[in-house]
């Protein structure tokens, strides 16, 4: 079968005061249409520079030094500006870590919406106000006209989360990219959120990268993953085979790290 996204030898650099810094040293990995796929590690591996690279919306400092992006066959790395962003949020999409800072604080909720709508769909503006009325609803939020018409500031974390969940697949992606989409939010948001999102992507069919350093809820909700360390992918494969026998040495040491109740820390 044809992955929906390969990563092929994936390698970037930082420009720094100190010289080059190499960020990702030949990353690889596959994403079936439909399934669920983790990226974990921790903080500094490469998870999320590895999702910007994949939209390409790296910071002037970063330079990708080679490897590939395949999207349906087609090499993300080689496409134009202009390209890539008719690909943005009609192809792939991605959910921020933080929700806050990703919403603009100046336009309503629905603004924001119908705006991405209308750059990749052709429809009147009543239909527009309509969808974005129905995404939100398909979202969980009550009340969808009110929330149309709100600011970011006036909504809660998980609701704002569930915004930008909509405001991603308001187009339709076939490939959707969730960078830490529960770590500012409480357990109990975190739970609902996780639950949307494996309810979305049995609804919709979408693909999903979920990145995160949690375990916790890479166990809960992927069907394959891939560990990286230190700008590589230490180990990957099915999530219950690595859960229950993790090969490389790094993989163990994150299980070991895990909490484990009736057990105090030594």
Known sequence: MTALLEVQDLALEFKTS?????????INFHVQAGEIFGLVGETGCGKTVTGLSILRLLPRSA????????????DLMGLSRGQIE?????????IFQDPSSSLN???????????VIRRHMHISKRQVHEKAQSL??????????????????QLSGGMQQRVMIAMALSCSPRLLIADEPTTSLDVTIQAQILKLLR???????VAIILITHNLG??????????????GRVAESGYSRDIFTQPEHPYTRGL?????????APK
């Open 199 to 205: 309810e979305l992507q049995k609804k919709y069919g």
């Open 255 to 263: 299980m070991s790290a895990i909490p484990k109740a009736g057990k």
């Open 63 to 74: 330079t990708i030094t080679g490897g590939k992006v395949l999207l349906e066959g087609i």
């Open 86 to 94: 008719a690909l943005r949020g009609k192809k792939i999409a991605m």
């Open 217 to 230: 809820v890479i166990a809960q909700t992927c069907d394959r993953l891939a560990v990286l360390y230190g």
């Open 18 to 26: 100190r010289g080059q810094l190499k960020a990702l040293n030949g």
């Open 105 to 115: 604080p100046v336009f309503s909720i629905g603004s924001q919406i119908e705006r």
């Open 136 to 153: 939100l609803e398909g979202v969980g939020l009550p009340d969808a006209e009110r929330i149309l018409g709100s600011y970011p500031h």
